[in-house]
C-alpha cells in the first residue's frame, strides 16, 4: 500500500511563496502520475497540477504564472512550487498518485494523501 505524506504547507502573507513537497512511501509500486488538487471551504476540490513520470505536466490555468510542479523520480516525490500567492489559494491541498493516468495527465485515483493546509492573509 503506498501513502502519501505532503508536508509545506502553512501560513503566509498574500504576495508569498510555500514550496509543498509530496513524497510516496513505496517505490515498488510504479507511479506513472502524480497531482496536486485542493479544496477550499464550500467548494469543489479541483485540480491544480498534475506530472506524469516522464515529465509531462498539466497546471490550472488561472495558477499557471505562479506555480510550478516538478518531480525528483528517485525519491518518488513531487513538489509544488507556490509563488505570489493570493487569498483565494488558501485552501487544503492534497497529493493524488495513480498507477495511470487520463488525457489531461491527472492520475487514477488509486493514493491520497491527507491533505496540507495552506493559509493565504491578505
Known amino acids: 500500500q503506498v501513502q502519501l505524506v505532503e508536508s509545506g504547507g502553512g501560513s503566509v502573507q498574500a504576495g508569498g511563496s510555500l514550496r509543498l513537497s509530496c513524497a510516496a512511501s513505496e517505490t515498488t509500486v510504479t507511479l506513472n502520475a502524480m497531482a496536486w488538487y485542493r479544496q477550499a471551504p464550500g467548494k469543489r476540490r479541483e485540480l491544480v497540477a498534475t506530472?506524469?513520470?516522464?515529465?509531462?505536466?498539466n497546471v490550472l490555468p488561472t495558477v499557471k504564472d505562479r506555480f510550478t510542479i516538478s518531480k525528483h523520480n528517485a525519491r518518488n516525490t513531487i513538489y509544488l512550487q507556490m509563488n505570489n500567492l493570493k487569498p483565494e489559494d488558501t485552501a487544503v491541498y492534497y497529493c493524488?498518485?495513480?498507477?495511470?493516468?487520463?488525457?489531461?495527465?491527472?492520475?487514477?485515483?488509486?493514493?491520497w494523501g491527507r491533505g496540507t493546509q495552506v493559509t493565504v492573509s491578505a
Open positions: 493524488l498518485a495513480g498507477q495511470g493516468f487520463y488525457t489531461d495527465y491527472s492520475p487514477t485515483e488509486d493514493y
Open positions: 506530472i506524469t513520470s516522464d515529465g509531462r505536466t
